[in-house]
C-alpha cells in the first residue's frame, strides 16, 4: 500500500445493506463544498457515517470498519 496516505479497510465483504449504508455515507461524507472527493477527510467521515448509522446498525456490524492513515 505504498503512496497512498490514507486507507478504509472492511474486514468482511459488502453483501448486506448496513455495511452498504455506512460506506455510502462515508462517501457522502468525503465529497466537500466544491463536489470533489477530499481523502484528507477519511477518518472525520468514517466518524461521521457510523456515528449517523449507530442505532440503525449492531455494534458488531460497526467494528469492522477501519481507518488507517492520516
Known sequence: ???A??????SLRLCNSPDFAVV?????NMIDG?????????AV??????KKLRKEIPFE?????VHIGI
Do not use: K, N, W
Not at 496516505?5 to 472492511?10: E, F, G, H, K, V
Not at 456490524?61 to 470498519?65: D, G, H, N, R, T
Open 24 to 28: 455510502s455515507a462515508f462517501y457522502d
Open 45 to 50: 467521515s468514517l466518524h461521521e457515517a457510523v
Open 34 to 42: 466544491s463536489g470533489r472527493l477530499d481523502c484528507r477527510r477519511a
Open 1 to 3: 500500500m505504498p503512496r
Open 61 to 65: 456490524q460497526q467494528i469492522v470498519f
Open 5 to 10: 496516505p490514507t486507507r478504509l479497510s472492511i
